[in-house]
Every structure is written in C-alpha cells, then in structure tokens.
C-alpha cells in the first residue's frame, strides 16, 4: 500500500535559520508528491507540489524536490520567520482510476521563536 | 473566490445520537473528498465522490457512516449512533478534476466530540 513517513516534531528554531523537514515514501504506481501546511486556526493549504522525478516543487521561500531514486520529497526553507510556524504535512496521491486520495504523514509542528 | 466551506464547525453529540456534517465544494469542482483526523495525527482518508457517483468507500470505518452528494454538489457525512472513538475533526476537499496530480482544496472542517 501507500505510505508516507515524516520527520517527528515537535520543530523549534529560531528566525532566519534553515529549515528541513524529512519525508519519505511507499506508493504503489507513480506519485505526485504534495505539501501541505496548516497554519494555528485554519484549515488544510497546499504548500507546493511535484509530480514527476525530479521536478521541484516552491513556493514562499520553500522548495522540495521529487527524487525517485530515495523515494524522498524533504521540505527545506534557507531562513525561516516566526510566521512559518505552523503543522506541516507531507502526503501523496497515486493515479487510479477511481480514486486518487491523499496519503499522509503525521504531520510535523514547526514553531519559530524570535 | 469562494472556497470550501463546512458545517457546523464544531459539533458536540452524545453517545448513541446520530449527526449530519455538511460540505460545500467549490463549483464546478469534480472531486469530493472526505477525510478524518483524529488528534495530533494526519488527515486518514473516508470516502470520495465523482460528482454524484461514490466511487469509493473504502475508508469508511463502519456501517454507521454514510455518505452522499446527490446532485454532485454539496455533500453530507451521517454518523449514526455516535460512539466515543468517533471525535475527530472532518475534513472535506473538492479537487477540479478527477486527476491525481491536481491540488485538493480543504474546507476549515467539523470538529465532533462525542461525550
């Protein structure tokens, strides 16, 4: 079956350090890999997105790359702020006619501290 | 635009009642998805509709659960029966299409605790 796996947090950093958070992947047939980030208070928001090896997925400072040959869609920031605090998902969705709902992680709660 | 948006946003039952949780899709938008989480974990997938048609229900994690969008639009979750495992936050996303590579948009949710 499908499965993702992401980095255990709780995250705590201080503003403007680099951030990662780890996440990796099991998915019968080829996957599109999303991020989504939960802010205090509010619902589920794609972050960004890759649908093929390789492709690299960005938005508001933040990247991650699709790399088939690790299986792996890691989230990084190069300096982070104290509005970035929030749960992050990692999660994936597989082509299959019929269905192609999101798998995903735990979640990892990143707080930035000024 | 308008996004997707749940009703009511929190729900308090008691064991055994049965509760209905609504779900307004974006329009136009093909897909509708219905997810659970439970606390301090990630979204764990219920059911998914292509427009009226159920395609699966698979997630669904008893024959108390129901769900239904009869007109391919707005979308109910019924939990009969309520019991205490149940509370959780219910998720609804709509996507524009049927494909996997497109983004699902996800509505604020309905908090259920169940006393």
């Known amino acids: 079956g499908n499965s993702v796996t992401q980095m255990e947090g709780p995250v705590t950093l201080s503003e403007e350090a680099f951030l990662t958070i780890n996440c990796t992947y099991t998915?019968?047939?080829?996957?599109?890999l999303f991020w989504y980030v939960q802010y205090p208070g509010e619902g589920l928001q794609l972050l960004l997105k890759a649908t093929k090896a390789d492709d690299k997925g960005s938005n508001k400072g933040f990247e991650a790359t699709y790399r088939k040959e690790t299986t792996s869609f890691h989230l990084e920031k190069g300096s982070v702020q104290v509005s970035d605090s929030a749960v992050y998902f990692c999660?994936?969705?597989?082509?299959?006619?019929?269905?192609?709902?999101?798998?995903f992680g735990t979640g990892t709660r990143l707080t930035i501290i000024p | 635009g308008a996004g997707v948006s749940q009703s009511p946003r929190y729900k308090v039952a008691k064991r055994g009642q049965d509760v209905a949780l609504r779900c307004d899709p974006i329009?136009?938008?093909?897909?509708l998805f219905w997810y659970q989480q439970a606390l301090g974990q990630g979204p764990e997938f219920l059911t998914y509709f292509q427009n009226e048609a159920q395609l699966d229900k698979s997630g669904l994690p008893s024959d108390r659960f129901f769900a239904e969008r009869p007109e391919g639009s707005v979308s109910t979750l019924k939990i009969q029966r309520t019991q205490q495992e149940d509370s959780a936050v219910y998720l609804c996303?709509?996507?524009?299409?049927?494909?996997?590579?497109?983004?699902?948009?996800f509505g604020p949710g309905t908090r259920l605790t169940v006393l």
């Open positions: 999660a994936l969705s597989v082509s299959n006619f019929g269905n192609e709902k999101l798998t």
């Open positions: 996303a709509s996507r524009p299409t049927g494909l996997a590579t497109d983004t699902q948009y």
């Open positions: 998915a019968t047939g080829y996957p599109s």
């Open positions: 329009s136009g938008h093909v897909s």
